[in-house]
């Protein structure tokens, strides 16, 4: 049967069966949200006090990307195939998965359509397990480039056969100490190193090991086939003598009282630390180096911070960029469209009040 089809008549019913699991959408349910204004301000104001190891976005304020509606799965239902070409299939349940080793950690999440000053991107604390001793029991074969991922609400993407087989690939199924909720993808998502979103699918039902993998649903509509996270500084939140403000892109124009002025965001890259984050007020002329935590794991956001003495009232530029390397250097004139959290650094036009 065609997968469309398949959709359509599972519309009409209010269920249909994919692989074994029985699916229902719950179209009350969000399929698409920014958080805008939601997400709370960062706590890394107080210069008294060091950055924080992790900030993580409260699972009720993570953006929401869906590209069909919310499917409503039934653990004990679900299934898990790995098949294609592989010499052992396999076919995993809810208790297989829980027999595995467990660990907890953070990583964020970013869609690739998140502009600079989005909230399309979000860090959370995940539990789960690695993928690769799973594959290893399927018997990968080595005429094998690539693999088919499939979501239960036909969602289809594709990845290189060595993006696959990272021992840093995972299946979670906690996020902030609880089940994942149904919209982020219960009971079972995947995260793959260094790729924005569109290639990590919630409700995960099948992965299929293929000679040539085609497109997936993005990626056919022309988003990146990569799909690797550029190396990116998002500026968050500026705070004056008086007030603090979210900068975002509805309010990149704050108004401040003359005195201390503290610029704070988040800096995220592909699979390599964050190794500098440099602020401009001056619309580029000059740099400095901000104060930034260092995360144990390149998946998770870097939180940073720097601190002007503006008292001139007038207009300033600001800007901010990151680096993982010399060689790797936020653009600030970045010719492609600004997609993926990253363009020629977001300006901030910022008004010093008299
Ligand atoms: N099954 C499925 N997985 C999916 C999607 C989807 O529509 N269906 N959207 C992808 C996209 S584009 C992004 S950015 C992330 C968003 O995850 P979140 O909604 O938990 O924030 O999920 C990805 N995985
Ligand atoms: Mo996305």
Known sequence: MKRRQ??????????W??????????????TSSDAEGSVPL??????????????????????????????????DQ????????????????????QAQPAQSLYWTLEC?????????????????????PLLVNAQISPRVEGFMLYGADDYVTSVPRDDLLDPDVWLVYDMNGSPLTPE??????????????????????????????????????????????????????IQGPEH???????????????GIIVLAGVALASRKPIQQIEVSADGGQSWHIAEQNQPASPYEWTLWRYAWELNEPGAYQLLARAQTSPDDIQPLQDSSWSWGGRQAALDIKLTIKR
Do not use: C, M
């Open 6 to 15: 398949l959709l359509q008549w599972g519309s009409a019913a209010g269920a």
């Open 112 to 132: 690739i359509g998140n502009p600079a000053g989005g909230e399309l991107i979000g860090n959370a604390l995940w539990t789960g397990t690695r993928l690769q």
């Open 244 to 258: 603090i403000q979210r900068v975002s892109l509805k309010a990149s124009r704050p108004e401040l009282a003359p």
């Open 184 to 237: 982020h993808g219960y009971p079972l998502r995947i995260l793959i190193p260094g790729k924005y979103g569109q290639k990590q699918p919630k409700w995960i039902t099948r992965i299929e090991a293929v000679v040539q993998r085609q497109k997936g649903h993005w990626e056919k509509l022309g988003w990146s086939d990569e799909a690797t996270i550029l190396t990116q500084a998002l500026p968050r939140q």
């Open 78 to 97: 679900w299934r898990l195939h790995i098949d294609g070409l592989v010499e052992n299939p396999q076919i995993l349940n809810w208790d297989t998965i």
């Open 17 to 30: 069966i994919l692989g074994g699991t029985v699916v229902t959408f719950d179209p009350a349910l969000a």
């Open 42 to 75: 960062l706590d890394l104001q107080d210069l008294s006090k060091p950055l924080p190891d992790h900030w993580v976005t409260p699972t009720e304020a993570f953006y929401i990307q869906t590209f069909r509606q919310t499917p409503r799965l039934d653990r």
